[in-house]
């Protein structure tokens, strides 16, 4: 079993598989220039306190992103400790 | 012939061209170095090429005006270097096989290739070449690695016959990595556990503030020392009595002398009230600003290259969202410290016209080019650290207070963040002396000149009376409002010129502590030097920036005002 949850959600630390990008075209069109898009493992490396940006991990790719765009981003956690 | 150098930002573009050109271009470990394409020269089996520095691009529809720029330019290249990161192949081949369907003849460097020992990853050269039907040669530009047989190679460059569907473009680049890249496995290294702790808010915090902190730090240790060890023991053993010497030549008074000597005070000269063109004029670029210039510039150019600055940015942009920009905006911010020029250039990193006019207008009026700060620590620094305090602590509170109200009164909201973080790298040193040299070289073409023009039209002002009779005109403003003397007025008249100048200005005018605080002030904030004015206006357009005038010259007036009331 898995979850699906917000980015914005994740705990930092976690890893999970991008399931859905809910954003507009402009969002995933950004997204997928960096290689981050549906299918992807990610990795939440951080978060700022008060809605702050999130920066995620994937691949050798980091990416800093605004909370907004965070909470448009699904991912399903990985149950099996996040090992690739 | 026309070469471009194409590939994702911060990927080393910039390094390459210097090393294909013997340019100066400055390069650094954040995306979004180059705003704006450079030219460059280089020969190609003895013939003249005219080679393109392009700003970096992901993909070729473009998300902002650095990329739409760089779309542009993909029309007259003859040919075009693809530089990729080879730690990140899997992105870079994005935008390899975007470029492949314009059907321009292409050459690839893989950049970074030193890097991806200690991150655990192997390419096949020959199979990539194969499968891409494209020559692709192994570089490592800040080193120098690889450049030679990448300039061998350049006539080599080809249109594939690589087709692929635009559905189907990340299957195919799977396909590929697949074929050539083996990952192994590996431990974190110590810079990668310290990016991951400087961007975590309980981690980040305290380094951000040690990083501000200790560049403070180090910037007045190294200026401070400069200036008392080197610059001011050369002044006084060497250039006075040089100056003395002439200045008896000249005869010691008439026009011509005190406009190149000076004023003598008490028959000596005095770099702070002479005011003549070889005394003032040189020792106020030189002996009172270049050390802080330079102190500045080596701490900038260090955090630039070792990668901190876009992590900085992540740290601040909660903070930064409520002035109506983002945290990338603290870049354009930090290079106007040194000069406000290369700062509102800089502005282009932001995406919308709102956020780069709310970034220019608070660059401008807050933010006080090292040229100015050094004359200002010079001079209100004699009465203590209070007054300097009062100086910058103001500035600090304008920039906040005007960012906010900006934020509410400019129609539109602000874009929230999207950076790509690079991994921290250690500078490479001679890459670091080089940029610092870059920056001090273009210092003094740009400063000493103008300094210069502003000492010598000074001079005229004030010999023709034209200072005395501005000031009748403006004695309500400069001596109701900010209760200043009205021969001050001629600083306000010179800061168009230099902002140097016009403290220097202040000196023989015998001004109270409070008098110099509101003056500094009134002098960051009520305009923009002529440099960084005619960017502006390239930068925001000719109506944008009169409205930003607009907003610069009431803010001064009520803060000035305001600080005469108050202090």
């Not at chain 1, 605004?66 to 448009?72: I, K, L």
């Not at chain 2, 542009?72 to 096989?97: F, P, Q, W, Y």
């Not at chain 2, 009431?554 to 305001?562: E, H, Q, R």
């Amino acid at each position: 079993m898995s979850d699906i949850i917000s980015l914005s959600e994740m705990p930092p630390g976690e890893k999970g598989r991008i399931s859905a990008i809910q954003g507009g075209r402009g969002l995933v069109r950004k997204l997928d220039a960096m290689g981050v898009r549906i299918g992807k493992e990610i990795t939440k490396v951080s978060a700022q306190w008060m809605k702050g940006p999130v920066l995620l991990r994937q691949g050798n790719t980091e990416v800093a992103i605004g909370f907004g765009m965070a909470q448009q981003i699904l991912v399903e956690i990985c149950n099996n400790g996040g090992e690739v | 012939m026309k070469v471009l150098l194409m590939g994702n930002p911060n990927v080393g573009k910039s390094v390459v061209f210097n090393r294909l050109t013997g340019a100066d271009v400055i390069a650094s470990n954040y995306p979004g170095t180059t705003v704006e394409f450079t030219q460059g020269s280089m020969k190609i089996e003895g013939e003249k090429a005219e080679v393109i520095d392009v700003p970096g691009t992901y993909t070729l529809e473009p998300t902002c005006k650095a990329e739409e720029i760089a779309v542009d330019m993909l029309k007259e290249g003859d040919v075009v270097i693809n530089i990729l990161d080879s730690t990140n192949l899997e992105r870079s081949l994005n935008l390899t096989l975007q470029l492949v369907k314009k059907r321009v003849p292409l050459i690839i460097a893989l950049n970074l290739w030193d890097e991806t020992k200690h991150t655990g990853i192997s390419i096949d050269v020959k199979k990539l070449e194969e499968i891409l039907g494209i020559p692709c040669i192994p570089t490592c530009a800040i080193t120098g690695v690889g450049i030679k047989q990448l300039v061998e190679k350049i006539k080599d460059a080809k249109i594939t016959e690589l087709e692929y569907d635009d559905e189907e473009k990340w299957h195919e680049i799977g396909n590929i990595i697949d074929k050539v890249q083996t990952v192994t496995h590996r431990h974190h290294t110590f810079l990668e556990r310290l990016g991951d702790a400087s961007v975590k808010p309980l981690t980040g915090i305290p380094i951000a503030l040690a990083v501000m902190f200790l560049t403070f730090k180090i910037i007045r240790f190294i200026g401070e020392g400069l200036i008392g060890y080197v610059f001011e023991p050369l002044f006084e053993k060497l250039w006075t009595p040089l100056m003395l010497k002439l200045s008896g030549l000249m005869g010691s008074t008439g026009f011509f002398h005190n406009l190149i000597i000076g004023k003598l005070i008490d028959g000596e000269i005095d770099y702070g009230q002479s005011f003549g063109l070889l005394t003032t004029g040189i020792f106020v670029p030189i002996g009172a600003v270049l050390p802080y210039v330079f102190a500045f510039y080596v701490v900038l150019s260090f955090l630039e290259d070792s990668g901190y600055l876009p992590r900085l940015a992540v740290m601040v942009d909660t903070v930064m969202h409520k002035l109506g920009i983002h945290g990338l905006a603290i870049i354009p911010m930090l290079l106007g410290f040194g000069c406000n020029v290369p700062g509102a250039l800089s502005t282009r990193i932001l995406e919308t016209r709102r956020e780069r006019f709310i970034a220019a207008t608070l660059l401008a009026i807050a933010v006080p080019c090292m040229a100015l700060q050094a004359m200002v620590i010079g001079l209100v620094g004699e009465h203590g650290a209070k007054g300097l305090g009062a100086v910058f602590g103001t500035l600090f509170v304008v920039w906040i207070i005007l960012g906010i109200i900006l934020n509410r009164i400019l129609k539109g909201k602000s874009l929230e963040i999207f950076v790509e973080i690079p991994p921290y790298r250690i500078p490479y040193i001679r890459g670091l002396v080089k940029k610092i040299w870059i920056r001090i070289k273009w210092f003094i073409k740009e400063a000493v000149p103008f300094v210069l023009l502003g000492v010598f039209i000074a001079n005229l002002l004030y010999t023709l009376g034209i200072i005395q009779f501005i000031g009748k005109f403006t004695a309500p403003v400069v001596t109701g409002v900010f209760g200043l003397p009205k021969e001050a007025v001629g600083a306000l008249v010179i800061g168009f010129l230099r902002k140097d100048v016009a403290i220097g200005m202040l000196v023989p005018l015998g001004l109270t502590l409070k008098q110099l605080v509101i003056a500094s002030v009134v002098l960051s904030m009520y305009f923009p030097c002529i440099a960084t004015f005619t960017t502006l206006v390239k930068e925001l357009g000719f109506t944008d920036m009169l409205k930003s005038a607009g907003i610069m010259v009431v803010s001064s007036l009520i803060v000035g005002g305001l600080l005469n009331l108050v202090l």
